[in-house]
C-alpha cells in the first residue's frame, strides 16, 4: 500500500516533538518491493543514496591500488593505501584483516585487483556490506575519495 509524502513528513515531525530522551535516537525506513525478484542479476538494487546532513564522524577511507593510482588516492586524501603484496599478507594475518574492515567505512579497488581482494579479505569485507568499489582505469580517483 503506498504512503502519501505527507504522512511520513508529519511521522517525523511527530517524532522529533517526542520528549528527548537519555540514549541517541534513530529512525528507522523499511520499503517493500513489489514484483522485483532480486536473485536476477539485473533486478539487483545498488544505489549510493546522498544524504541532507553529513555524518559527525569522519569518514575513513581504504584504497587498494598499484602504481599511479596509488600515488593519486594518497594526494587526494584516502586514510589507508594497500598494493597488492599488503592485501596478499593480510590474507594470511587475519587478525590485521579484521582490523582493517572495522576501522575503515569505505573501500575502493583499482579493477584488476578485485579477484585477489575476494579470494584473500573478502571474507572479512562481504558480511559487513564493505566490499570495494571497483575504479575504472579512466576514473578520477580524487572525486571518488571526496
Wanted: net charge positive; proline share 10%; charged share 30%.
Amino acid at each position: 500500500m503506498p504512503v502519501p509524502k505527507e504522512s511520513l513528513i508529519e511521522a517525523v515531525k511527530a517524532l522529533r516533538n517526542s520528549p528527548k530522551r537519555n540514549f541517541l535516537q534513530s529512525i528507522e525506513l523499511l520499503i517493500s518491493l513489489k514484483d522485483v525478484d532480486l536473485k536476477k542479476p539485473e533486478s539487483k538494487i545498488n544505489e549510493l543514496i546522498e544524504l541532507p546532513h553529513p555524518l559527525t564522524k569522519p569518514i575513513k577511507i581504504c584504497v587498494f591500488a598499484t602504481g599511479d593510482l596509488a600515488l593519486k588516492a594518497k594526494k587526494a586524501g584516502a586514510d589507508l593505501v594497500l598494493g597488492k603484496e599488503e592485501i596478499e599478507n593480510l590474507g594470511k594475518n587475519k587478525k590485521l584483516a579484521r582490523k582493517i574492515a572495522e576501522e575503515n567505512d569505505h573501500f575502493l579497488a583499482e579493477a584488476p585487483l578485485m579477484p585477489l581482494i575476494g579470494k584473500t579479505i573478502g571474507a572479512f569485507l562481504g558480511p559487513r556490506g564493505k566490499m570495494p568499489i571497483p575504479i575504472p582505469p579512466t576514473a578520477s580517483i580524487e572525486e571518488l575519495i571526496n
